[in-house]
């Protein structure tokens, strides 16, 4: 178990130590660790091995206030250190980002975001800008510009304190959380010119400041090694409610565009060329996740210990979706910034993300949408959900000059398939933008500008995955409130959605319930997909008649199955019996 408590700036002669303390069966507060205050971050991070996590813990964190007459006084946070709900058949995780603090503290929308009592928060970026709290930002020197760093993130702590006390939650910085409009990370280095030609702005110990404070409590990354200027990663895997999640940094090795791509005119990233061809941005050599985050990704996708369901979280979807932009409503013919570009490490991504028949969470849009992946063609890979911003500040708008083709009958024009900026298929299943000119007071700006709540559900027992979506002055618990097009309701399936060419037999497996399939085409040694079923027959699908090896496995316990030289055909009615 990890958890980070997150302190005030504290004086070389206050205490320099927290205490973590629990209670078991209503006994007396007992102290498990004791860590010290780091000296930038202001943080102590606690970790403890050997957690039970099969019930629900009582914690509290303690320090000692020194006065300035040497009185000491004891002070406490409290919250529960949630048992993992394993045998809960829904797991629920909000997807919340992009929170510009302009309804600070946004009570009514933590009192609608408590109703819904999600099992994990995904904070998935831009937990502040750098207008929250007022007064700009200050970039040095290094001690100044960390503590107006902290001041922007504490409205953050203070904004969500009351659900953060007893839940887990993750925390993925984006551009804004360290200081830029837009980051290419460029695997960590310095900026060496404008922004779009990538890199970090700020010294390196401060973005690493912000990784601590944001990350720290997360599970171990998956390869800890820092990345150029010695700044630390968090990418990694984590397991919860029998869901795992690959939790991923989509900016922090993405290739900058300028320099690059053709010159795109006063604006290294903004297309406004209605001739562009997105074909000639398509270049060798560029980045979007990088070869480390590729390696654990391929890893990731065919490890299910533990895990009935998968999914990726991280800052943006991999689509160019928005057409136009900003206050002055300017229609972009591409954006450098979306995850769309560049398409080829694009489209590696989405074919190790589908192996694991896994949906995306992500949000940094301020453009509510639930969308289908296309590699080759449209819906072959998976869905994602960019939800919607928490407090919208610069406004985004879905305006497709053409209708979606292949929508459902009554579907509204701004869904179905479409090719975005970037030449990648796209297929839009659902999608809210905001009012162009939204109403002045506060609250009724938030609504107007499409603010509000995002929900994943992870339907364990059935294999779905329901994406729920609340406009920011919806009352959640009342039916028929969400944004329209929502609830949207997906097939684990869906998440590779590439048409069967043919299948193999059918299986039917005793000796191991719901076991994990894997199945690998031994032409090219390459495995296809790998998943763990609800039942004891499957039927996989393969894309191209061959031969195949099928791998039926319990990972918990290490028992497997592997029938090599299985054949596929168009039509296969055959069965086989497997015992593990």
């Known amino acids: 178990m990890k958890l980070t408590a997150q302190m005030p700036p504290v004086g070389a002669k206050d205490s320099q130590t927290v205490r973590l303390q629990i209670r078991k069966n209503r006994s007396r507060w007992q102290t498990i660790a004791e860590e010290k205050i780091h000296e930038e971050a202001r943080t102590a991070s606690f970790r403890i091995e050997k957690w039970n996590d099969k019930a629900d813990v009582p914690y509290r964190l303690a320090y000692t206030m020194i006065s300035a007459d040497l009185k000491k ?7 529960t250190v949630r048992r993992d709900p394993v045998d809960q058949p829904i797991l629920t995780v ?23 009592n999600p099992d994990l928060l995904a904070f998935v970026g831009d937990q502040f800008y750098e207008s929250t709290g007022g007064y700009g930002i200050q970039r040095g020197p290094l001690d100044v510009a960390i503590l107006d760093y902290l001041r922007k ?22 551009d804004h959380d360290v200081y830029q409009g837009n980051v290419w990370g460029e695997s960590g280095a310095a900026r060496h010119g404008t922004q779009e030609m990538g890199g970090y702005d700020m010294h390196p110990t401060w973005v690493n400041v912000v990784h601590r404070t944001q990350t720290a409590h997360h599970p171990d990354a998956y390869d800890p090694r820092p990345i150029k200027q010695n700044i630390s990663v968090y990418y990694g895997p984590m397991t919860y409610g029998r869901v795992s999640f690959a939790v991923i940094a989509d900016r922090m090795f993405k290739s900058g565009p300028e320099g690059k791509v053709p010159p795109t005119g006063d604006r290294g990233d903004h297309v406004i060329n209605p001739n562009f061809n997105p074909k000639t941005a398509d270049l060798p050599g560029l980045e979007l996740l990088g070869e480390r985050q590729m390696k654990f990704l391929r890893e990731w996708a065919s490890d299910w210990h533990g895990a009935d369901m998968k999914a990726v979280i991280s800052q943006t979807i991999f689509s160019a979706m928005a057409t136009t932009h900003g206050a002055i409503r300017e229609r972009l013919r591409a954006d450098y910034d979306a995850n769309g570009w560049p398409q080829t490490p694009r489209n590696d991504a989405l074919r190790e993300i589908r192996k694991a028949f896994a949906v995306h969470i992500a949000g940094d849009q301020h453009l509510p949408a639930v969308v289908h992946y296309g590699v080759d063609e449209h819906g072959d890979a998976g869905v994602a959900f960019a939800g919607p911003a928490v407090n919208v500040g610069y ?3 879905w305006e497709p000059t053409e209708p979606g083709k292949n929508r459902p009958e009554g579907a509204p024009d701004n869904t179905g398939e479409f090719i975005d900026n970037f030449g990648n298929p796209l297929t839009v299943l ?5 009012a162009v000119e939204p109403r002045k007071p506060v609250l009724e700006a938030m609504q107007d500008k499409a603010s509000g709540i995002g929900l994943v559900r992870f339907d364990k027992r059935n294999r779905k995955i329901i994406i729920e979506c609340w406009p920011f002055l919806a009352d959640p618990l009342r039916p028929g409130t969400q944004f329209p097009g929502w609830p949207v309701t997906i097939n684990i399936l869906d998440n590779y959605g590439r048409k069967a060419a043919a299948h193999l037999p059918t299986l039917k497996v005793k000796g191991v319930e ?37 791998k039926i496995s319990e990972p918990e316990t290490g028992r497997q199955k592997e029938v090599k030289g299985v054949e596929a055909h168009a039509e296969n009615h055959q069965i086989l019996q497997v015992v593990v």
């Open 514 to 550: 719901n076991p994990v399939v894997q199945v690998t085409e031994e032409q090219t040694g390459d495995v296809l997909y790998a998943l763990r079923i609800a039942s004891q027959s499957f039927q996989p699908h393969v894309f191209a008649p061959g031969k195949y090896t099928i």
């Open 430 to 434: 659902a999608v809210a933008s905001g």
């Open 395 to 397: 406004p985004r708008w």
């Open 94 to 116: 909000a997807d919340v980002s992009c929170n510009i603090h302009a309804a600070f503290p946004n009570t009514l929308y933590v009192e609608n975001m408590s109703k819904l």
């Open 73 to 79: 006084q004891e002070h406490h946070w409290t919250g």
């Open 153 to 174: 993130w504490y409205m953050h702590g203070w904004t969500w304190r009351e659900i953060t006390r007893d839940r887990p939650s993750l925390s993925l910085p984006d």
